[in-house]
């Protein structure tokens, strides 16, 4: 008879779960800390490994905490969301290509949001105050000068 194996969890789905974990606390979380947020699911090494990942990526921070270490994200979600955003548009050689690609698939509401986003950011005032926002990033996207989210 076949082995049967568990379906494979989506790509990115156990980083999510402890980026959540990790939001969810609001202050460092050990590896076991994570696990028993997460209900003991993941094995303490595989958690480990996650944060680990998670920290070589830039999105979570580390202390030391006894022998090992602490966690806390290094953003919020939609900081995290900008920032892969700006890593895939940084891979791409044709940088206006992707862009014009990514605004054309825009909703009418979503283009509407990024006018005024680029507009405010523009006139200089900041839309996303109290947020992990980067000054004047917005404003270089406008300009077609390698800016965007980070």
Do not use: N
């Not at 900081?79 to 891979?91: F, H, N, P, V």
Request: charged share 30%.
């Amino acid at each position: 008879m076949p082995e049967t194996h568990p379906a494979r969890r989506p790509p990115g789905e156990l980083e999510a779960s402890v980026l959540a974990a990790l939001w969810a606390a609001g202050g460092p979380l050990t590896p076991a800390d994570v696990q028993r947020d997460l209900g003991r699911a993941l094995a303490r090494t595989t958690v480990t490994t996650i944060l680990a990942r998670l920290h070589d990526k830039g999105a979570v921070a580390r202390t030391r905490s006894g022998r090992g270490y602490a966690y806390t994200p290094t953003q919020d979600s939609p900081g995290l969301a900008a920032r892969r955003m700006r890593t895939e548009l940084d891979k791409e050689e044709d940088r206006e290509t992707v862009l014009a690609r990514f605004v054309s698939q825009l909703s009418p509401d979503d283009e509407q949001l990024l006018r005024a986003l680029l507009d405010d950011a523009e006139a200089g005032t900041d839309a996303d105050a109290g947020t992990d926002a980067e000054p004047g990033t917005a404003a270089e996207a406008g300009t077609g000068e390698g800016g965007g989210p980070r």
